[in-house]
């Protein structure tokens, strides 16, 4: 009598995922439906290409990219020196990070960037020199200095270096603490071992919530539309004010932040991408971890002998 095989005694099934097939249709029908509305709304769908090439358009995305750059780059510097006095053991410069830190992340940064706008009525010039003395080496008009740009400057990179601060004390604070102590033990410098053994590993933490953040900032620039500065958003408003195309201007807008955000989300994984990279160059944690493991594979086990 012969013995029925594998196959006989255990059938193939294959698994239907009938709720797969239902999200599918869904998620196709609703966007159907939008496609559709969007089709039958008053839109002048041909004149947006025009808007999206506009030279009123493309000043405003400049502006926007020069703003949040300008922004983002000062906000990291300022956010590390906030960090480090953080993290020091100098009890002044903690209580003044702390305070920074509190201070301009509570406040929004729509506020932040029309309190700026309106530091004239606080300050109607702004002067440098000796104090209480006549003697005095720069005035200035503040109304002349505090420009829609400076404003939303200020705004901007003041509430993001305070974000910026506690992302890289966390970084800092993620490296093994007893690394730095063997570094500090062979005789290395607070640089050297800031430089070495500290920072490779803390971009690794900072980098990803680094690039969020620039993201943000690239969307955020459109509150310094309120102050007037001619950014995407107020390029666009700026065309519709004229011609009452609302909605083809937004449109147009809307695409070159799609554009400017996916460069930036592709810039952000290249960066973490490098740094995992020279990591496992260096003999990162993954590549000692796999030297480990193929040595305990090899090696036969200890078996206790029986005499």
Partial sequence: MSTPSVRE????????????WVIAVVILIVLGALAYGASQGDISWRDIPYYV??????????????????????????GVVIALMRIS??????????????LFRGLPVLLQILLWYNLALIFPRLQLGIPFTDVVFVDLSTNAVMTTF??????????????MAEIVRAGLNS????QIEAAQSIGETPLQRMWRIV?????????????????????????????GYVELIRAANNIASFNLQVMETLIAAAFWYMVIVS?????????????D???????????????????????????????
């Fill in 150 to 163: 400076v404003a939303a400057f200020l705004g901007l990179m003041l509430n993001e270096s305070a974000y």
């Fill in 9 to 20: 005694l255990l059938p193939q099934v294959r698994l239907r995922h009938w709720g797969r």
């Fill in 53 to 78: 090439i506009s030279p009123i358009i493309l000043q405003g995305l400049v502006n926007t990219i020069i703003l949040a750059v300008a922004a983002q780059v000062s906000a990291v510097i300022i």
């Fill in 277 to 307: 990279r020279s990591d496992r160059a260096r003999g990162g944690p993954t590549r000692r971890a796999k030297r480990r493991l193929a040595r305990d594979l090899v090696t036969p086990p200890l078996v206790r002998s029986h005499q």
């Fill in 263 to 275: 460069v930036a989300s592709v810039g952000q994984s290249s960066l973490e991408r490098s740094f």
């Fill in 175 to 178: 490296v093994d603490r007893g």
């Fill in 89 to 102: 053991e100098n009890p002044v410069a903690k209580w003044f990070a702390a305070a920074y830190t509190w």
């Fill in 199 to 227: 920072l490779p590993q803390a971009m690794r933490v900072i980098i990803p919530p680094t690039g969020n953040d620039f993201i943000n900032m690239l969307k955020g620039t459109a509150m310094a539309s309120v102050i």
